[in-house]
């Protein structure tokens, strides 16, 4: 089998900490012996482009076992770890990926990665679906899947431009991802990789967000629990309102950047933090992003006006500006949770990636009824990942009786009724 890692003999290594995840995803695994049983994708090659943690190790061996053929990549250079890799290909799957590798080692994976020509490409960052629309054809592919609120954002920008040649399920957006996932997982992770590669105080520091997502309500709330006091900063009006409900100051992030002590991007836009706010920061502010792609801290600029930079820690480095103050870049500027710390934890990680579970199998069974466009994750898929998760916990649900249901079919009862 062709794969292109760092050591496979960094395989043993990377089994025990797979296992150690799998324990912490039942929902997954159940899937996965339903896989099994049916055989669901024999015959099927998938492309993945993913953070290659043990939990995503855990999906895909879900989806060997259901007979597929599978290809990955990363998703991001910092975040792949060499013995989940070496794990993946003794469990015979083609991994073209190690930690670290250049940009140019990154697109030459992709490319391997789809050159099995695959009848359905998963994506976290839509760099598979990108790459596939750049070719003259999209071979045998027929559908994607993708997981990511950035990625999810490319998806769309080719659908309005009449460009998407395939359907593409914006798993990102299903309820048990996004409220969940981006919410208690990003929030968690990103708190996780700031105190990872700093050993910083929260409590008592002011700590800024970028963003007021589900992505960023969970790291507001992370750091609050922690201590700090939060600033938020928004260009949408509903979102800053519900960040001033939830009782957190508000502020443009010129404002902000006098009085941060740690800034954090999650907003899935370029050019948050750039020269302006640099020129305002106190000296030792600490700058962390936990958006999927390194655009959101201007770090070309950040460089360019640097006298000097140095390593401090891993993930840690500092920029010393003529002035004589020193701002601090953690992660090279990108997904700060991922580099620094774990990724999401895999309680978290066992309900977005059984959304991409049964995705991938509703997507290679109904692809022909869909049109090329980004679709919903169909409702019943994400009732039954919730339905399944809360049985792990042994949590049960109250139902409707049959005097309630016939109510909620009724248009007769009222108010005079």
């Given at each position: 089998?062709?794969?292109d890692?760092?050591?496979?003999?960094?395989?043993?290594q990377?089994?025990?900490?797979i296992?150690w995840?799998?324990?912490?995803?039942?929902v997954?695994?159940?899937l996965?012996?339903?896989?099994?049983?049916?055989?669901s994708?024999?015959?099927?090659?998938?492309?993945?482009?993913?953070?290659?943690t043990?939990e995503t190790?855990?999906?895909?061996?879900?989806l060997?076992?259901g007979?597929?053929?599978?290809?990955?990549?990363?998703?991001?250079?910092?975040?792949?770890?060499?013995d989940?890799?070496?794990?993946?290909?003794?469990?015979?799957?083609?991994?073209?990926?190690f930690y670290d590798?250049?940009?140019?080692?990154?697109?030459?994976?992709?490319?391997?990665?789809l050159?099995?020509d695959?009848?359905?490409?998963?994506d976290?960052?839509?760099?598979?679906?990108v790459?596939?629309h750049?070719?003259?054809?999209c071979?045998?592919?027929?559908?994607?899947?993708e997981?990511?609120?950035t990625?999810?954002?490319?998806?769309r920008?080719?659908?309005?431009?009449?460009?998407l040649?395939?359907?593409?399920?914006?798993?990102?957006?299903?309820?048990?991802?996004?409220?969940f996932?981006?919410?208690?997982g990003?929030?968690?992770?990103?708190?996780?990789?700031?105190?990872?590669?700093?050993?910083?105080?929260?409590?008592?520091?002011?700590?800024?967000?970028?963003g007021?997502?589900?992505c960023?309500?969970?790291?507001a709330?992370?750091?609050?629990?922690?201590?700090?006091?939060?600033?938020?900063?928004?260009?949408?009006?509903t979102?800053a309102l519900?960040?001033?409900?939830d009782?957190?100051?508000?502020?443009?992030?010129?404002?902000a950047?006098?009085q941060?002590?740690?800034?954090?991007?999650v907003?899935?836009?370029a050019?948050v933090i750039?020269?302006?706010?640099?020129?305002s920061?106190?000296?030792?502010?600490?700058l962390?992003n936990?958006g999927?792609f390194?655009?959101e801290?201007?770090?070309?600029?950040?460089?360019?006006i640097?006298?000097?930079r140095s390593?401090?820690?891993?993930?840690?480095?500092?920029?010393?500006?003529?002035?004589?103050?020193?701002?601090?870049?953690?992660?090279?500027?990108?997904?700060?949770?991922?580099?620094?710390?774990?990724?999401s934890?895999?309680?978290?990680?066992?309900?977005?990636?059984?959304d991409?579970?049964?995705?991938?199998?509703y997507?290679?069974?109904?692809?022909?009824?869909l049109?090329?466009?980004?679709?919903?994750?169909?409702?019943?898929?994400?009732?039954?990942?919730?339905?399944?998760?809360?049985?792990?916990?042994?949590?049960?649900?109250?139902?409707?009786n049959?005097?309630?249901?016939?109510?909620?079919?009724?248009?007769?009862?009222?108010?005079?009724?």
């Amino acid at each position: 089998m062709d794969y292109d890692i760092r050591d496979i003999a960094l395989a043993a290594q990377g089994k025990r900490r797979i296992a150690w995840a799998q324990q912490h995803m039942p929902v997954l695994s159940q899937l996965s012996a339903e896989f099994a049983s049916e055989r669901s994708f024999a015959g099927k090659r998938i492309a993945a482009a993913l953070h290659i943690t043990t939990e995503t190790a855990a999906l895909l061996m879900a989806l060997r076992a259901g007979g597929a053929e599978v290809a990955l990549c990363a998703s991001n250079p910092l975040s792949t770890r060499d013995d989940v890799c070496a794990a993946l290909v003794e469990e015979g799957i083609a991994v073209y990926a190690f930690y670290d590798e250049d940009l140019e080692t990154y697109g030459r994976h992709i490319e391997r990665a789809l050159a099995c020509d695959p009848h359905l490409v998963m994506d976290d960052g839509a760099d598979l679906i990108v790459a596939l629309h750049q070719k003259p054809s999209c071979g045998a592919t027929v559908a994607a899947i993708e997981e990511t609120t950035t990625g999810v954002v490319r998806a769309r920008a080719l659908a309005e431009q009449k460009l998407l040649r395939f359907p593409v399920v914006a798993v990102n957006d299903a309820p048990t991802k996004h409220y969940f996932d981006n919410r208690y997982g990003t929030g968690q992770n990103t708190i996780d990789g700031i105190l990872r590669a700093t050993n910083t105080l929260l409590a008592g520091a002011t700590l800024v967000v970028a963003g007021y997502g589900w992505c960023g309500r969970g790291v507001a709330a992370r750091a609050r629990g922690m201590g700090a006091r939060v600033v938020v900063c928004e260009v949408n009006a509903t979102r800053a309102l519900e960040a001033v409900m939830d009782g957190f100051q508000v502020l443009p992030m010129l404002q902000a950047a006098e009085q941060g002590d740690i800034f954090v991007t999650v907003t899935g836009m370029a050019g948050v933090i750039r020269n302006e706010h640099f020129q305002s920061m106190k000296d030792g502010a600490i700058l962390a992003n936990s958006g999927h792609f390194n655009v959101e801290i201007d770090i070309a600029t950040l460089a360019d006006i640097a006298s000097e930079r140095s390593q401090i820690r891993e993930h840690l480095e500092e920029y010393r500006l003529p002035d004589g103050r020193k701002l601090y870049l953690l992660a090279q500027g990108r997904l700060v949770g991922q580099v620094a710390a774990e990724a999401s934890p895999a309680a978290i990680m066992d309900l977005s990636f059984a959304d991409q579970a049964l995705c991938t199998r509703y997507l290679l069974q109904e692809y022909e009824h869909l049109t090329p466009d980004v679709h919903d994750v169909p409702a019943e898929i994400d009732e039954r990942v919730a339905a399944l998760k809360l049985r792990a916990l042994g949590i049960e649900l109250d139902s409707l009786n049959e005097q309630q249901q016939a109510y909620a079919r009724s248009w007769q009862s009222g108010t005079v009724a």
